[in-house]
Nanobody, 124 residues
Framework: QVQLGESGGGLVQAGGSLRLSCVASGRTFSTYAMGWFRQDPGKEREFVAAINWTGGSTHYADSVKGRFTISRDIAKSTLYLQMNSLKPDDTAVYYC?????????????????WGQGTQVAVSS
């Protein structure tokens, strides 16, 4: 059974950077698209970025486009989210997730496996 585990969250000042990692243990995850989502307390989980199964195609939410970069290392079964120029509005718990599909999707319901989340806090 595949499990996902995020790391790399923390507290950073506005304008700073963080890199989140998500390691998949168990059966390989290389044949599925992967995504990052985030959630504030009392709000719905929102799409941040996604990458297709080969890593050759990516898509970002408008709010993070140009600042965040999603990537994957198939050999290491690891998904990354490089976050630059962080803003206080980026504060949330960030989750990595495995899609049911090989192509990029943005809907939470299209993802069937989730990590436990990692907290990102950006101070002004």
């Amino acid at each position: 059974q595949v499990q996902l585990g995020e790391s790399g969250g923390g507290l950073v000042q506005a304008g700073g950077s963080l890199r989140l990692s998500c390691v998949a243990s168990g059966r390989t995850f290389s044949t599925y698209a992967m995504g990052w989502f985030r959630q504030d307390p009392g709000k719905e989980r929102e799409f941040v970025a996604a990458i297709n199964w080969t890593g050759g195609s990516t898509h970002y939410a408008d709010s993070v486009k140009g600042r965040f970069t999603i990537s994957r290392d198939i050999a290491k079964s690891t998904l990354y989210l490089q976050m630059n120029s962080l803003k206080p509005d980026d504060t949330a718990v960030y989750y990595c997730a495995k899609s049911r599909y090989i192509s990029i999707t943005y809907n939470v319901k299209d993802y069937d496996l989730w990590g436990q989340g990692t907290q990102v806090a950006v101070s002004s």
